[in-house]
């Protein structure tokens, strides 16, 4: 199954990706700390991460700098604190930053549908 890692600050928002993903064909594995998510993203196998932009333990735009560190795939941003500030987000190696209040699923499909196939099981 492929898997993304899905790093936000609210748990209501984490159960709710974790939830679309499974009806979208993805594993999620959730992290509400910048800390424990970098640890993951350094040494996992995973598809794409989409993260929020607020934390308790990092700024946002930090946080995506360390990711690029050990990561170079699709990184995805949703987030309330996008609004404005899309072509900044942008400029940091990211996918796409979208915001909660739009109709983020609509976007977000689109990017997971550009990632490799699941592997057939025979």
């Not at 929020?52 to 690029?68: N, S, W």
């Amino acid at each position: 199954m492929r898997k993304i890692i899905h790093v936000d600050n609210s748990a209501f928002f984490r159960k709710f990706m974790k939830s679309f993903l499974a009806r979208e064909g993805f594993e999620a594995e959730s992290f509400d700390s910048a800390q424990d998510a970098n640890m993951a993203i350094a040494g996992g196998d995973f598809d794409m991460v989409i993260v929020g932009l607020t934390f308790v333990d990092a700024e946002g735009e930090k946080f995506l700098g360390k990711i690029r560190q050990s990561y170079d795939g699709p990184i995805v941003v949703i987030s309330s604190s996008v609004d404005n500030r899309e072509e900044e987000i942008m400029s940091m190696g990211v996918k796409d930053a979208i915001s909660k209040s739009g109709p983020w699923q609509d976007r977000l499909r689109r990017h997971l549908a550009t990632l490799k196939p699941a592997p057939r099981r025979a």
